[in-house]
C-alpha cells in the first residue's frame, strides 16, 4: 500500500515538474487559485493547504505537489492546484 501511494505521489511530482515547463504560464503565481480549487473539488482548506498552495510564490511547485500530498489522496487534484498556483 505504501509502495503504490509512494509511486502515486512520485508520479505527480515528475508530472507537476515538467507540466509548468511545457505549459509555461505567467510569471506571476497565485495561491489563491491554488486554494478555490481546492475548496470546488470539496476539500476543506486550513493552515496547511493554504501553506502548500502559497509555495508556488517562489515558483516551487514540488513543494507544493509534496506538502498537498501528505494532505490529499487524489492526485490529479493535486497536481492541477499546484499547477493553478502557478498561474496555468
Not at 515538474?17 to 505549459?23: A, E, H, N, Q, R
Not at 516551487?60 to 506538502?67: A, L
Request: net charge positive; hydrophobic share 40%.
Amino acid at each position: 500500500m505504501k509502495a503504490r501511494r509512494f509511486l502515486a505521489v512520485l508520479s505527480v511530482v515528475a508530472a507537476a515538474g515538467v507540466m509548468p515547463v511545457v505549459t509555461a504560464g505567467p510569471a506571476q503565481a497565485d495561491p489563491f487559485d491554488c486554494v478555490e480549487y481546492l475548496k470546488d473539488q470539496g476539500y476543506r482548506v486550513g493552515p496547511r493547504v493554504t501553506q502548500a498552495c502559497g509555495y508556488n510564490r517562489v515558483a516551487n511547485n514540488w513543494k507544493c505537489v509534496g506538502q498537498l500530498s501528505l494532505l490529499i489522496t487524489n492526485t490529479r487534484h493535486i497536481s492541477t492546484a499546484c499547477n493553478k498556483a502557478l498561474g496555468d
